[in-house]
């Protein structure tokens, strides 16, 4: 049996114990131990006396020890619990003072203790506190980790939860506890930190950082965020779309590894903007025609910028870069610029290109005393071609012709398109007017063979007109002027072909600029008027119908025939006001001639395609009709058969939107143009007019009879009128009369004449 005495466990009890059993030990075995040794009893007497001196003897001196020594023991625990009850005064004013929640709690988890913090902040009283349990101030949720709290506290620890009060309110703490020994006990000493506002302040952190990174991930622009010496930290999802580089891959790596940027015009390296906004701690922008290499190797079109990162003394500990993909918007600029100067059908250089590279032509030819020369071309009978054709053709047209003549000049030289069938030619740096009608044969020339569009054959020429520098001007309006002069001379010269500028052209182009100032003024004040041509019927003789044609007495230039101006009005758009008045008018008149009491006849008045084309035209009729208050059925409007054939369907709806208004079709110059039988057979007209073209071909061995014969005899297929012009002669007549022509007009039976005269014969024939 392994026993251990201690001294420190010296007490009364242990004392009576001790010295009954050495008193009993020493009794028992000195009398026997005596009656062995002497049998007298004298001497046992004695030696018993002896015995019982020396008993008390051992005792007293082992009493004196021990009273001794639990005398000494007890007055040092009294010392130490003095000391004890001191540090722990001292302690507890300590705790009060100090600001942290200190509790107490011993090992079976019972609050010993408390300090003032602790009661102010859990709203009980001291009392309160030193009487519950240490888990009453957990959450319930967390009661279950108090045993393993308990188990380890004595080694410390220190860990965050919450504490919920009296009041039931729960704030978030810090906790670091230890083991300590308390009047010799062992006790926790737990210090509480009350971390609200910390909390508060994490969270606030927390939302900025966290907003800071959805802001990163979701903008549309991309971010890369490095240190100081330029190696990456962080880069956002666009950035990685942009690079190529993930964030994991990026991060601690070189800013230059993985952002190469060059000049996207020449494809020198460009310079990182980070690297002068961590220089000059400033922000600073990307110059302009940068573009980012990625890691697959796709070049991007990029701005940017970039700002350094400074901490609260301002230093700069890193930069933050900024770019976008702009490759659609700086595409899109090019393309604009490329728009803004070339035409859209063609791809050739524009009018506004084109007097740049004419201003730098003529800025050389000054510096090295040469030449240059301009041309001005535009395509014969185009307009033709397009309103036969449809537009779409006319279009794919001028796309060959364009290019035709592109292939034609020299390397240097430049065509533009200038508008419409217009094309203008620059050649620079020529040796004289030789060179310029050498290039000039080879354009016409380019036209000799047709050009196949859909199956079909076109074959088209052009007029040219040349003007040279410095002979005809030293600069670019004059020059283009004077070649545009030359142009429309080699129209009157018969087309298809090229005349050069000379000084008497400026007078013809003056007069058709005249012409063109008289004729804008013209309608207002009133220099319009209209002449009338009968149409008779060939069977009787008697006047069916008038076309009304236009006279000009112009003020300034006197009396203009139509075809000095008609052309000009087309060109201009003055044809469409001009054309309404025409309108206008031969109603009215016609209306005053039914109210005077003769006969009603109808009033042919010729359309112009451009007049055809305004998108209100018909509702124009209409309103014309009711304002004149003519009965539809004594207008006939007279379209030619180009204007028949174009668009097709679209016609087919407005010639048949006009029958339902009461007007009568006539189709005007048949035969000049190309008409589809299938349409023809198909539209709503009244009339086929004979162009008098045919009729001169009568009796002339030209096959005009047979063509004249075909054109009645179709008509009448068709169930159609049919009425000749240009009549001259008895022949003609009795030719068409023998045919079953139903109408004519024309100078043997009378001229186009002023409304007095027209009465006139209106009586004359009646008679």
């Not at 902040?121 to 279950?144: C, Q, V």
């Not at 308390?182 to 927390?206: F, T």
């Amino acid at each position: 049996m392994n026993y251990k005495w201690n001294f420190s466990q010296v007490t009364p009890l242990r004392i009576s114990i001790l010295y009954g059993l050495v008193g009993w030990l020493w009794i028992l075995f000195s009398d026997r131990l005596l009656g062995r040794i002497e049998t007298n009893d004298q001497k046992l007497l004695q030696l018993s006396t002896f015995k019982g001196g020396l008993f008390i003897l051992v005792t007293s001196i082992l009493l004196y020890l021990l009273i001794h020594y639990g005398y000494k023991t007890l007055q040092k625990s009294e010392q130490a619990l003095i000391k004890d009850r001191a540090v722990l005064e001292r302690y507890r004013l300590l705790a009060d003072e100090v600001l942290d929640i200190i509790i107490f709690i011993s090992p079976e988890g019972q609050i010993i203790d408390a300090n003032e913090a602790a009661v102010k902040r859990y709203g009980y009283s001291r009392d309160e506190l030193t009487n519950m349990p240490f888990s009453k101030l957990r959450l319930p949720e967390d009661h279950s980790t108090v045993p393993y709290f308990l188990q380890n506290a004595p080694k410390g620890m220190q860990f965050e939860l919450k504490h919920i009060c009296k009041d039931g309110s729960v704030f978030p703490i810090d906790i670091s506890a230890k083991g300590a020994t308390s009047n010799g006990k062992p006790i926790i000493i737990s210090l509480i930190r009350d971390i609200s506002k910390r909390k508060e302040v994490e969270a606030e952190v927390w939302l900025e950082k966290e907003r800071a990174q959805v802001t990163l991930e979701s903008i549309g622009d991309a971010v890369i965020t490095t240190d100081v010496h330029m190696n990456v930290e962080y880069i956002n999802p666009v950035a990685e779309a942009l690079t190529g580089w993930s964030n994991a891959e990026a991060a601690g790596l070189s800013l230059e590894s993985i952002f190469k940027t060059v000049n996207e015009e020449t494809g020198e390296a460009a310079e990182i903007p980070i690297v002068r906004s961590l220089r000059e701690g400033r922000v600073v922008c990307l110059s302009d025609n940068t573009a980012l290499i990625n890691k697959a190797g796709v070049t991007l079109a990029i701005e940017e910028s970039a700002a350094p990162i400074r901490d609260r003394e301002n230093t700069v500990i890193g930069a933050v870069l900024v770019f976008r993909d702009v490759s659609y918007k700086r595409n899109h600029m090019k393309e604009l610029a490329h728009q803004a100067q070339h035409d859209a059908l063609t791809g050739l250089p524009n009018r506004l290109l084109f007097n740049e590279h004419l201003r730098q032509a003529i800025a050389q030819a000054k510096r090295k005393k040469g030449k240059l020369a301009v041309m001005f071309l535009d395509l014969d009978r185009f307009k033709l071609i397009n309103d036969t054709m449809g537009h779409n053709l006319g279009d794919q047209l001028l796309i060959h012709v364009a290019e035709r003549i592109r292939q034609t000049l020299r390397e240097g030289d430049t065509v533009a398109r200038q508008g419409g069938d217009e094309f203008l030619v620059l050649l620079p740096e020529i040796r004289d007017e030789l060179e310029a009608a050498s290039v000039s044969e080879r354009i016409c020339g380019i036209f000799a063979q047709p050009i196949i569009l859909e199956g079909n054959e076109i074959y088209i020429s052009a007029s040219i007109g040349i003007s040279l520098y410095p002979t005809d001007g030293n600069d670019l309006e004059a020059l283009v002027k004077q070649a545009d002069t030359a142009m429309y001379y080699a129209k009157e010269k018969g087309r298809n072909n090229c005349q050069f500028f000379t000084a008497g052209l400026n007078i013809k182009a003056n007069q058709r600029l005249s012409t063109e100032n008289s004729l804008r003024k013209a309608l207002v004040r009133g220099e319009f008027v209209l002449h009338y041509q009968p149409q008779v019927d060939l069977e009787s003789g008697v006047i069916v119908g008038l076309e009304a044609l236009i006279r000009w007495n112009s003020v300034e230039l006197g009396m203009v025939s139509p075809e000095d101006f008609i052309s000009i009005a087309e060109e201009t758009g003055l044809i469409v006001p001009i054309g309404e008045w025409v309108l206008r008018t031969a109603c009215a008149q016609n209306k005053l001639w039914q109210t005077q009491g003769y006969e009603p006849v109808r009033m042919s008045v010729n359309i112009s395609a451009r007049q055809f084309q305004e998108p209100n035209f018909i509702k124009l009729v209409q309103q014309i009709l009711e304002e004149t208050e003519l009965d539809s059925r004594w207008l006939e409007l007279e379209i030619t058969e180009s204007i028949a054939m174009e668009k097709g369907e679209t016609t087919l709806e407005m010639l048949s939107a006009f029958k339902q208004l009461g007007v009568r079709i006539s189709i005007d110059d048949f035969g000049t143009g190309f008409s589809s039988l299938n349409y023809l057979r198909r539209m709503p007209i009244d009339t086929l007019k004979i162009d008098r073209s045919f009729i001169n071909d009568i009796s002339t061995g030209e096959n005009g009879e047979e063509v004249v014969t075909a054109i009645i005899q179709l008509a009448k297929n068709l169930h159609l009128k049919v009425i000749a012009e240009g009549v001259e002669t008895i022949n003609q007549r009795a030719f068409l009369k023998d045919r079953l022509c139903d109408e004519m007009q024309g100078y043997l039976f009378s001229k186009a004449v002023p409304t007095e005269e027209a009465e006139r014969l209106f009586v004359r024939t009646s008679n």
